[in-house]
């Protein structure tokens, strides 16, 4: 079994900065790819806000470049989203988002697993 759990998020104000991180767990055989994806409102799809392929550049969506960075720490197997400049338009709970091929999996690619999510809000 592979887990995806989260640690940060929380209360910031506009312009200000929170950290989030995602570790990766269990029977891992091969991560392919470890982001980020956030729903802002209930109901609402989730959409990607960054994700990082291994060995490859990470990605970002239109509303949070310039603002987040996100990284891995390949050894730890973990993720982490720096936002920064936060706008209230950037509340929403944040997903962390792994493409991960379990230890026996006979398929060729990755699974997908997610984290139970995380609450962030910034106030005006």
């Known amino acids: 079994q592979v887990q995806l759990e989260e640690f940060g998020g929380g209360l910031a104000q506009a312009g200000g900065s929170l950290r989030l991180s995602c570790k990766a767990s269990?029977?891992?055989?091969?991560?392919?790819?470890l982001g980020w994806y956030r729903r802002q409102r209930p109901g609402q799809q989730r959409e990607l806000v960054a994700?990082?392929?291994?060995?490859?550049?990470?990605t970002y969506s239109d509303s949070v470049k310039e603002r987040f960075s996100i990284s891995r720490d390949n050894a730890k197997n973990t993720v982490t989203l720096e936002m920064n400049n936060l706008k209230p338009e950037d509340t929403g709970v944040y997903y962390c988002?792994?493409?991960?091929?379990?230890?026996?999996?006979?398929?060729?690619?990755?699974?997908?697993?997610w984290g139970p999510g995380t609450q962030v809000t910034v106030s005006v």
């Open positions: 994700e990082i392929p291994t060995g490859e550049s990470p």
């Open positions: 269990g029977t891992i055989f091969k991560i392919f790819s």
């Open positions: 988002n792994g493409e991960i091929k379990p230890v026996g999996s006979s398929i060729g690619v990755g699974c997908e697993y």
